[in-house]
């Protein structure tokens, strides 16, 4: 059995996804920061569907602990095979001349040097040149790094525009390693990143807005990482996939 590490996996996009590569065979590792009750709950629910899995804890912005969450990893006779960079945070709606620095730092923290730490240490372990046999790494970005995000979180939108960058150089530095190396970028998914969103109606507003008429649901993305991950997009390096309803 090969591993899959998801993190930030213990609801929203990372819980149906771990479900996913659990359902296509992966044993998963379901990171966690805090919610080890609700990353259990996934675990249980990999298992009653006949998978496996089990949860690694870790701060994805501290390097010490990804350091020490793929080295648990390690213990597992298992080649690690997929890595999919799921967890980011999103602080409410603010205009930039209210921006703090503690609050860009923070969110950079996680989308990008998290994003960038689990990268490193999936390469040494998954690249050919380490004596790795290959692997997929999905990068979960968003379609704020396409809009900006105006007067909303232009400091989100700009590290989600980082993750980008990340995904196209880092899919070209291994991709003789036999690594590929894409990205996902979700439109307005109901997820409870959008629980504490502010302003009243919020949720509405953004919704109206998508071409498609709806927000997406956590499985419509779940399924995007899921093929990208497979053999089926096995000559897809590089690529960042607008999920987002036509928006
Ligand atoms: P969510 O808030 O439900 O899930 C995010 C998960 O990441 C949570 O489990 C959280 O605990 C975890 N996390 C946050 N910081 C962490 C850290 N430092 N270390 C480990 N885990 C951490 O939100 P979601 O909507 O499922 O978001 C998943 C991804 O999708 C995020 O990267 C988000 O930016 C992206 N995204 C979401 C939407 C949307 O509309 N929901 C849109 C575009 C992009």
């Given at each position: 059995?090969?591993?899959?590490?998801?993190?930030?996996?213990?609801?929203?996009?990372?819980?149906?996804?771990?479900?996913?590569?659990?359902?296509?065979?992966?044993?998963?590792?379901?990171?966690?920061?805090?919610?080890?009750?609700?990353?259990?709950?996934?675990?249980?629910?990999?298992?009653?569907?006949?998978?496996?899995?089990?949860?690694?804890?870790?701060?994805?912005?501290?390097?010490?602990?990804?350091?020490?969450?793929?080295?648990?990893?390690?213990?597992y006779e298992a080649p690690l095979?997929?890595?999919?960079?799921?967890?980011?945070?999103?602080?409410?709606?603010?205009?930039?001349?209210?921006?703090?620095?503690?609050?860009?730092?923070?969110?950079?923290?996680?989308?990008?040097?998290?994003?960038?730490?689990?990268?490193?240490?999936?390469?040494?372990?998954?690249?050919?040149?380490?004596?790795?046999?290959?692997?997929?790494?999905?990068?979960?970005?968003?379609?704020?790094?396409?809009?900006?995000?105006?007067?909303?979180?232009?400091?989100?939108?700009?590290?989600?525009?980082?993750?980008?960058?990340?995904?196209?150089?880092?899919?070209?530095?291994?991709?003789?390693?036999?690594?590929?190396?894409?990205?996902?970028?979700?439109?307005?998914?109901?997820?409870?990143?959008?629980?504490?969103?502010?302003?009243?109606?919020?949720?509405?507003?953004?919704?109206?807005?998508?071409?498609?008429?709806?927000?997406?649901?956590?499985?419509?993305?779940?399924?995007?990482?899921?093929?990208?991950?497979?053999?089926?997009?096995?000559?897809?390096?590089?690529?960042?996939?607008?999920?987002?309803?036509?928006?």
């Amino acid at each position: 059995m090969e591993l899959a590490l998801v993190t930030g996996a213990s609801r929203g996009i990372g819980r149906a996804t771990a479900l996913l590569l659990a359902q296509a065979g992966y044993c998963v590792a379901v990171n966690y920061r805090q919610r080890e009750a609700e990353a259990q709950q996934v675990v249980a629910a990999i298992e009653a569907q006949g998978g496996k899995a089990f949860t690694v804890q870790a701060d994805i912005a501290d390097e010490a602990q990804v350091v020490r969450m793929f080295q648990q990893l390690d213990r597992y006779e298992a080649p690690l095979k997929v890595l999919v960079n799921n967890a980011g945070i999103l602080f409410q709606q603010c205009r930039t001349e209210d921006l703090t620095a503690e609050r860009l730092q923070r969110v950079f923290a996680t989308n990008v040097t998290g994003t960038f730490l689990c990268c490193r240490e999936a390469v040494k372990r998954m690249g050919t040149q380490h004596g790795g046999s290959g692997g997929a790494i999905v990068n979960v970005s968003s379609a704020a790094a396409r809009t900006g995000a105006p007067g909303e979180y232009v400091d989100y939108a700009a590290s989600k525009g980082a993750m980008d960058t990340l995904t196209k150089g880092l899919s070209l530095e291994v991709a003789a390693q036999g690594i590929r190396v894409n990205g996902v970028r979700p439109g307005f998914i109901y997820t409870e990143m959008h629980a504490d969103g502010g302003e009243p109606g919020r949720v509405d507003r953004l919704a109206s807005v998508i071409p498609m008429g709806r927000g997406g649901q956590p499985q419509e993305i779940a399924e995007a990482i899921l093929w990208l991950t497979s053999d089926a997009a096995s000559y897809i390096t590089g690529t960042i996939i607008d999920a987002a309803g036509g928006r």
